[in-house]
């Protein structure tokens, strides 16, 4: 049941990311491995939660940090929250849902 209740985590995480306005979608430099499947853009440790993401052109980069911050901290279970932008995309390609799960 543990690990169900983490996988489970992992999702809310992501789809708290990909809700952030001008993120559009999580990196996959990094990835959560889960059981059949990976999660691109999460890295969770005992202490920390890495949030690695692609942003649009034209985003307030600062402001999207920390509204990433800001949506995942309540999921992360008293885990550090930082956050990566590693790359922008440009303004059409903006369609979270499709980039989750690369």
């Known amino acids: ?3 169900e209740d983490f ?3 992992v999702d ?9 306005p001008g993120v559009t ?4 430099s ?3 491995l889960l059981p059949g499947r990976r999660v691109p853009g999460l890295r969770l440790g005992d ?3 890495e949030v690695h993401v692609t942003v649009a052109w034209g985003t307030d980069i600062p402001a999207a940090a ?9 999921l992360a ?11 922008i995309a440009a303004a059409d390609d903006a369609d979270p849902a499709a980039n989750k799960g690369d």
């Open 1 to 3: 049941m543990a690990a």
């Open 7 to 9: 996988a489970a985590g």
């Open 12 to 20: 809310a995480i992501a789809d708290a990311v990909l809700a952030v």
């Open 25 to 28: 979608g999580l990196h996959g």
């Open 30 to 32: 990094v990835a959560v």
């Open 47 to 49: 202490t920390d939660c």
């Open 66 to 74: 920390d509204a990433i911050r800001a949506a995942v901290a309540p």
């Open 77 to 87: 279970e008293d885990r550090a929250v930082s956050v990566v932008i590693e790359d």
